[in-house]
């Protein structure tokens, strides 16, 4: 099958309602979408003007470039202590490193955080104080408060904003344009609807005035809990792109543009036993990878819980990206796992078979 065919299965199996997706070597690019916005006939048709939440693939499109572009520039080392940049932390012996390959203590996540804190400074304070779960490279914990911990040091250690930071030091630095944090309330038309609202999301957009995007299902703000208590602008989670900004930063990455090919095999390298993740990136596994079965070993990539994904091969000089909204109407639909291996695979045939 075609990655179209792949896609249209996958639709037609209910793993998602629409999807755009993409895939490309050096000299050839794909482009494409099919679906909808949800499953009724008449809701609007994902196209190229369809802008995602990304989910968690917001650590290696917005987090790991902007800690990469500020070791570049040199304010940041990987081997600087976590308390260097921040005090309150409780990571007594963790680095930078070992938090972009999680394996600095931290747990998880919190879920504590949604419904029960309002005021993001103090969702964001909870966060850099809290009490590691683990000794620092126990073990690998794949933890979404190590890279809300990550977007401080940026901030602090440049002087700015996170999302400045990223629009200037990484997206115009590598050509992609089409991804931000907080999509106004005009572009919400062109937002597929992602999980359902509860309670605690309800009276979180009153206080903020954000109504407008709690209907019954969320659309138009993020999707994570965390990230929606920080405002919208987290290093876990919160970036919402265009299929051809994704598309583009895999590109850049494919290409080492700019200051991604001065350090692209360090940060894209296996870095211990405890895992498959490298810095920010995850690496492929030999078996039960979301790249499929065809991507070397080489590849580097990410998932989102929403139902996104880009992996990228260096080996074959290839990419790919799939971005749909697994999470509506219902997040337990888990056919997105069956789905993008199957993809990937297409598109390993079509470019490389």
Request: aromatic share 10%; net charge neutral.
């Amino acid at each position: 099958m075609t990655p179209r065919e792949v896609v249209e299965k996958w639709i037609g199996e209910g793993a998602f309602p629409g999807a755009s997706f993409a895939y490309g070597s050096k000299d050839r690019v794909i482009q494409d979408h099919a679906g909808r916005f949800t499953y009724d006939p008449e809701s609007r048709s994902v196209d190229a003007e369809t802008i995602w939440d990304l989910a968690s693939v917001t650590k290696v499109m917005a987090t790991t470039p902007a800690v990469l572009a500020a070791v570049d520039e040199g304010p940041i080392g990987l081997d600087d202590p976590v308390w260097r940049w921040i005090p309150e932390t409780k990571l007594t012996e963790a680095t930078i490193r070992h938090l972009l390959r999680h394996e600095s203590g931290l747990r998880a996540y919190d879920s504590g955080i949604a419904g029960k804190i309002s005021v993001s400074q103090e969702a964001r304070s909870r966060i850099l104080s809290a009490n590691p779960a683990t000794k620092v490279s126990e073990k690998c914990e794949y933890s979404c408060l190590g890279f809300v911990t990550l977007m401080a040091v940026v901030e602090r250690a440049t002087g700015m904003p996170f999302p400045e930071w990223v629009a200037v030091k990484v997206f115009a630095a590598l050509g992609v344009s089409g991804a931000d944090y907080c999509p106004s309330p005009g572009l919400l038309p062109r937002i597929p609807p992602t999980g359902k609202t509860d309670a605690w999301r309800r009276k979180l957009a009153a206080e903020r005035g954000q109504e407008w995007s709690h209907g019954e299902f969320i659309r138009g703000t993020v999707h994570d809990p965390i990230a929606y208590a920080l405002g919208g602008v987290s290093g876990n989670a919160g970036l919402f792109s265009t299929l051809s900004g994704v598309a583009e930063y895999a590109q850049s990455w494919l290409e080492g543009r700019s200051f991604v090919g001065r350090h692209r095999a360090e940060w894209t390298t296996k870095g211990s036993d405890l895992s498959s993740r490298a810095l920010g990136w995850d690496t492929k596994s030999p078996t039960g990878s979301s790249a499929g079965t065809l991507f070397s070993l080489k590849s580097f990539g990410h998932t989102g819980y929403t139902g996104t994904c880009v992996w990228i091969d260096p080996e074959h000089e290839i990419w790919g990206v799939l971005l749909a909204h697994r999470v509506y109407p219902d997040e337990t639909n888990l056919k997105i796992s069956q789905a993008r291996p199957e993809f990937f695979d297409a598109v390993f045939r079509v470019l490389r078979g």
